[in-house]
C-alpha cells in the first residue's frame, strides 16, 4: 500500500512539473510573437522616417507641381560631366538625401516659354532618343534671352539663374565622352564633350 501511495504521489508531482514546464513554454512563445510585432513596430517607424527625409520646399529646394520633381535651388556647381555625377549623387541639400543628375527628359521640365523643346515639344531629343541623329532644327530652341525666367532664362522664375547651361546624366548613344545639356539662355537642347566645365542642378 505504501509503494503504491508513493507511486501515485511521484505521478502526481510529475504531473503537475509537467504543467508547469507546459505553461512557461506557452508564455515564453507568446512573449516572442510580441516581441516580433516590436520588430514590425520598428520597420514602420523606418518607413516613417523616410517620409520625414523627404525633400520640402523651401528657399533651397524648388518643387515643380507639374512633373512633381523637386530641385536644387541657389548657388550652381560649375563641373565636367563625371564630376557632375559624382556630385549629385553624394549631394545633401538643405536636409535633402537621394540626389541626382538629371536625365535629359527630366531636364526639359524645366524649359518654360519656347515650346518647341519644352516636354512634349517637337525636338526628338529624349531618354528614349539620344542618339546624335535625334537632334533635329526644333532642338536649337528660340530667341536668346526670351524667357520669363531670371535673367530671362527660358526656366521658371523661382529658380536661380546660376548659369545658362546645365549638364544632365544622358549620354549620347554610340558616343560615351559626350552627354546631353541644355542651354537655358535660349532653350536649346545639344550635347557636349564630357570633360567641358557646364553647370549643375541636381534633382530629387
Given amino acids: 500500500m505504501r509503494v503504491e501511495y508513493l507511486l501515485y504521489s511521484c505521478l502526481a ?7 508547469f514546464f507546459v505553461a512557461c513554454s506557452s508564455g515564453s512563445s507568446s512573449s516572442t510573437t510580441t516581441g516580433g510585432d516590436d520588430d514590425d513596430d520598428t520597420y514602420n517607424g523606418g518607413d516613417d522616417d523616410a517620409i520625414d527625409n523627404d525633400c520640402i520646399p523651401n528657399g533651397d529646394i524648388w518643387k515643380d507641381t507639374m512633373s512633381g520633381l523637386a530641385w536644387q535651388n541657389g548657388e550652381i556647381l560649375g563641373a565636367d560631366w563625371d564630376t557632375a555625377m559624382t556630385y549629385c549623387q553624394n549631394l545633401s541639400y538643405a536636409g535633402c538625401e537621394g540626389w541626382h543628375l538629371p536625365t535629359i527628359s527630366e531636364l526639359r521640365n524645366l524649359i518654360r516659354g519656347c515650346e518647341s523643346t519644352e516636354t512634349g515639344g517637337s525636338c526628338d531629343v529624349s531618354d528614349t532618343c539620344l542618339e ?16 520669363s525666367g531670371l535673367g530671362d532664362l527660358y526656366c521658371p522664375p523661382e529658380l ?4 545658362n547651361y546645365y549638364w544632365s546624366s544622358s549620354t549620347v548613344s554610340g558616343d560615351n565622352q559626350s552627354a546631353w545639356l541644355i542651354g537655358f539662355y535660349d532653350g ?8 567641358n566645365d557646364i553647370g549643375v542642378r541636381c534633382v530629387h
Fill in 13 to 19: 508531482i510529475f504531473v503537475l512539473a509537467l504543467s
Fill in 160 to 163: 536661380s539663374n546660376e548659369g
Fill in 132 to 147: 546624335k541623329s535625334c537632334e533635329n532644327s526644333s532642338c536649337d530652341g528660340c530667341t536668346a534671352f526670351g524667357g
Fill in 188 to 195: 536649346h537642347i545639344s550635347w557636349d564633350y564630357k570633360i
